[in-house]
């Protein structure tokens, strides 16, 4: 059974608005390629690439493609042993409201 409509469009508006400050343990990102499902190589700023997993909610929801920016929580995954980086819990969709942020 599908999710319902409602959830859809509540997980897509939450995307449209920039929140007003960036915690210090979530960065901005660029997707470089996909990795495999739920899983994308992802460059920060400074050049480091991360693998990041998608959040849940956004899982057959919101498509990544290469280039788009998303903000990636590292601290998110530090208590699982694996190789995961961070996990992205939010997709930039309009990067011109972002981009006038102070943190960008």
Do not use: C
């Not at 449209?16 to 400050?21: A, D, M, N, W, Y």
């Not at 960036?22 to 660029?30: C, E, F, G, S």
């Not at 920016?69 to 990067?95: F, P, Q, S």
């Amino acid at each position: 059974m599908p999710r319902p409509k409602r959830t859809l469009h509540a997980t897509v508006s939450s995307t449209l608005t920039p929140p007003s400050e960036l915690p210090p343990n979530q960065v901005i990102a660029r997707i470089s390629k996909a990795a495999g499902s739920n899983l994308y190589n992802a460059e920060r700023p400074d050049g480091t690439t991360l693998l990041v997993e998608l959040e849940a909610k956004f899982r057959s929801t919101i498509w990544i493609k290469r280039g788009s920016y998303v903000v990636v929580d590292t601290a998110a995954l530090a208590d699982r042993e694996n190789k995961l980086d961070g996990e992205i819990v939010n997709v930039v969709r309009d990067e011109k409201a972002w981009r006038k942020m102070s943190y960008w």
